[in-house]
């Protein structure tokens, strides 16, 4: 069989240039899962120290633990405040900053800066905001007569807390993604429906909702994937001592502190696969249900 060498030398090219992107994802990414994996199955206790094969008595604790279900509970509850804000707030955004507006630039700069600000610096701004003691929103309280809230010490208010900032922090980034949705559709539509004498609010249900769908899509399912790998806002929030951590914890949180506050890495791992197993579950469900409102037209 004749071999031929332009094809053999373009082959070898591109192999080349998809070699630190493949090794990146095999380092960083494959080997640690399948570790993870590996790991569940053994009690791994401080500095890494096996102590030995344990099966699936890591999976069987953690499906008998009042705490984890209550974990994957707030999780949960986690996705639903936060998917259909932050959804609705950036897709009215970026439909706003769709509009010719003076200054639309800064505007645009403005609502993206949440987005790229260090989550540490987001978090102690906050942290600051809903201090029981000096913070501004129980300066506000005070200023009407009303009484103070301990906002992250509560078990009742900590959550919305944590699900306030996030959504202020990821309103921006999504916002970008549906505005260039929004922009990728072709004037040709707005033009007939002006023909008709549609309305604003008519072009943008008829026209700009059905069109943007498949962005909306790809925003729903990273919002839900990264809400469920909430952590950060937590834990420099709340903190691990908190009287609110229980009903405020995620299940990364909870990952974290028996992996390394309690060294039991071998339980950790099996809460990390869980994660992944939820994930992937709630993924392939909307990958079989987007033929049902996505619009590929």
Known sequence: MKINKRKLKESLWGFFFIAPVTLGLGVFYFYPFFQV????????????????FV????YRTL????????????????????????????????????????GLS?????????????ATAVA?????IFNGDYGILNAVIRAFGGDPV????????????ICVVSIWSAVGYYMIILLAGIQGISKGYYEAADIDGATGFQKFKNITLPLIT????YVVIMIIISTFQTFDVIYLMIGTKSAAIKSTQSVVMYFYRHAFDF???????????????????????????????????
């Open 37 to 52: 994996v590996y790991d569940s199955f053994f009690k791994i206790g401080a500095f890494d120290k096996r102590m030995g």
């Open 124 to 128: 102690m701004v906050w942290k600051m």
């Open 263 to 297: 060294s039991n890495k071998g339980y950790g791992s099996a809460v990390a696969v869980l994660l992944f197993i939820i994930i992937m579950g709630i993924t392939v469900f909307q990958m079989k249900m987007q033929d049902k409102w996505v619009n590929y037209d």
């Open 106 to 118: 800064i505007f645009r700069v403005v609502y993206f800066l949440p987005a790229i600000t260090m």
């Open 55 to 58: 099966g699936l008595e890591n």
């Open 150 to 161: 301990l906002w992250l010490s509560d078990a009742k208010t900590a959550l919305p807390c």
């Open 214 to 217: 498949p962005t909306l899509f």
């Open 63 to 102: 499906l008998q633990s009042a705490e984890m279900w209550q974990t994957l509970g707030n999780t949960f509850k986690y996705v639903i405040i936060i998917l259909p804000f932050t959804v609705i707030f950036s897709l009215i955004v970026a439909a706003l900053l769709n509009t010719k507006v003076k």
